[in-house]
């Protein structure tokens, strides 16, 4: 299993491992086996790759540059080789990951099965729900474009002279960061409305 995500502009990836084991438990006085899931962390860093991606023979790693299935598939087998002494495709059956279309490919080219993120499909399902509905995608929009205007430096003074809560944005990529976005809008709307009055703020407008 994998994801990645940047921070000051570093792409980083972590890679775990999801399998199951058996362990031993009392119940009743009695000793039986139960398989239970583990997921073990294996590496977080910079994806690498080797300073010339056209040498196979190369071994000098360096902070990747692309971040295609190839880039992907490298990094996994050397990360495995080089601090676990495994051989990936002989204990990789399948790659759990979100459902972009690197990650499809890198599955396929690893010749695993693709698990994908159900979170991340549940969002696409989302996206395609609101993109059919005109009169959500307007409702969304303006409350978007308020959360975001709020959080200029003088709106953001102004909020916090009337509340504790912070402005919140939605997030491309979580099927409930536009459920979180909707209901923070409705739980500051009062003080939205005292901020929009305030004549130190600074172009916020409510929709009605």
């Known amino acids: 299993m994998h994801d990645a ?5 570093v792409h980083f990836l972590g890679l775990f491992a999801c399998y199951t084991r058996s362990i031993l438990v009392f119940k009743d006085g ?7 899931p583990v997921c073990t962390l294996l ?10 991606p056209d040498d196979a023979r190369s071994t000098i790693q360096q902070e990747a540059s692309r971040f295609n299935a190839e880039t992907h598939v490298a990094h996994f087998t ?6 676990y002494s495994i051989v990936l495709a002989k204990w990789c059956i399948a790659s759990i990951a979100d459902n972009c279309s690197t990650n499809i490919k ?4 690893m010749k695993v099965a693709h698990v994908g993120c159900k979170s991340h499909q549940l969002n696409l399902d989302v996206e395609t729900m609101i993109s059919q509905n005109s009169s959500l995608q ?10 975001e205007s709020v959080k200029s430096l003088r709106n953001n003074a102004c909020l916090r002279n009337c509340s504790d809560v912070k402005a919140k944005s939605d997030n491309d990529t979580r099927w409930s960061g536009k459920f979180g976005m909707c209901e923070r809008f409705i739980q500051l ?7 929009a009055a305030d004549p130190n703020s600074s172009g916020l407008e409510l929709d009605k």
Not at 43 to 52: G, I, K, L, Q, R
Not at 78 to 83: G, K, L, N, Q, V
């Open 78 to 83: 050397s990360t495995m080789r080089d601090y």
């Open 5 to 9: 995500w940047t921070r000051s502009s």
């Open 30 to 36: 009695k000793r039986t086996e139960e398989v239970t």
């Open 106 to 109: 890198l599955a396929r080219d």
């Open 43 to 52: 590496s977080v860093s910079p994806m690498a790759e080797a300073a010339d």
């Open 138 to 147: 307007k409702v969304i929009g303006s409350v978007r474009d308020t959360m």
């Open 189 to 195: 709307r009062d003080p939205l409305i005292q901020v």
